[in-house]
C-alpha cells in the first residue's frame, strides 16, 4: 500500500503567534503566500514578505510590520498590497526605499556629508572642498530629490564647470 504525503499549508492565527516560545536562534512561523512571522531570541516579532524581485530575479524578503502593533489580518492586507506590486513588475523593497527618499535633496546628503569631513580634513583643506559643495553641486542640483539625480545632471554640472575654466574644481566635484 503507497501513502501519499500531501502538504497542506496551514495558515496562522492569533493564538498561535502568542503562544509562539522564545528561542535561542531567531525562528519562524508560516503563514503562506510569502508571509511569515519571525520571532527573534530578544523576543521581537516581525511579519515579513518573502518574494522573487520581478526587475533582479533574486530572493528579497522586506519587513512590513511587528507584532503585536500590526496584527495578523493587517499583514496579510499588507501582503496583498505587496503581490500586486510584484504582479505589476514593481519590486516593492525597491518602491519603498524611493518614497524614502522622496524628501531627501542633494542638498541635505551634501550637507551631511560636509558635517561627515569635516573631522577628516586640514582646515583649509575643509574650506575648499566646502566652498566647492556649496557653489557648484547645491549651487546646481541642491533642491533636486537625491533619487532623481542622474549620471547625465552630474555629467552637465561638471561641463558647466569645465565650460567657466574651472576643470580642476570639476575634478573635484566629482570626488
Same mark, same amino acid.
Given at each position: ?52 524581485? +520581478?526587475? !533582479? ?6 519587513? @512590513?510590520?511587528?507584532?503585536? %502593533?500590526?496584527? =495578523?489580518? #493587517? ?47 586640514? +582646515?583649509? !583643506? ?6 566647492? @559643495?556649496?557653489?557648484?553641486? %547645491?549651487?546646481? =542640483?541642491? #533642491? ?32
Amino acid at each position: 500500500m503507497l501513502h501519499s504525503k500531501i502538504l497542506v499549508e496551514i495558515m496562522l492565527n492569533d493564538s498561535e503567534i502568542k503562544r509562539a516560545k522564545i528561542q535561542d536562534k531567531e525562528h519562524v512561523l508560516y503563514d503562506g503566500d510569502g508571509l511569515q512571522l519571525t520571532i527573534r531570541p530578544t523576543g521581537t516579532k516581525a511579519f515579513e514578505f518573502r518574494y522573487t524581485s +520581478p526587475t !533582479t530575479k533574486r530572493k528579497q524578503k522586506i519587513v @512590513i510590520g511587528k507584532y503585536p %502593533i500590526m496584527s =495578523l489580518l #493587517e499583514a496579510r492586507e499588507k501582503r496583498f498590497e505587496l503581490m500586486k506590486q510584484i504582479a505589476l513588475g514593481k519590486d516593492p523593497k525597491e518602491e519603498r526605499d524611493a518614497q524614502q527618499n522622496k524628501g531627501i535633496t542633494v542638498k541635505l546628503v551634501a550637507l551631511s556629508y560636509m558635517k561627515y569631513i569635516k573631522t577628516e580634513l586640514a +582646515p583649509n !583643506t575643509y574650506k575648499r572642498n566646502c566652498g566647492i @559643495i556649496n557653489r557648484e553641486i %547645491i549651487g546646481q =542640483l541642491g #533642491e533636486k530629490p537625491i533619487n532623481e539625480v542622474t549620471r547625465f545632471d552630474v555629467l552637465k554640472m561638471v561641463r558647466d564647470m569645465e565650460a567657466r575654466g574651472i576643470v580642476s574644481t570639476s575634478k573635484m566635484a566629482l570626488n
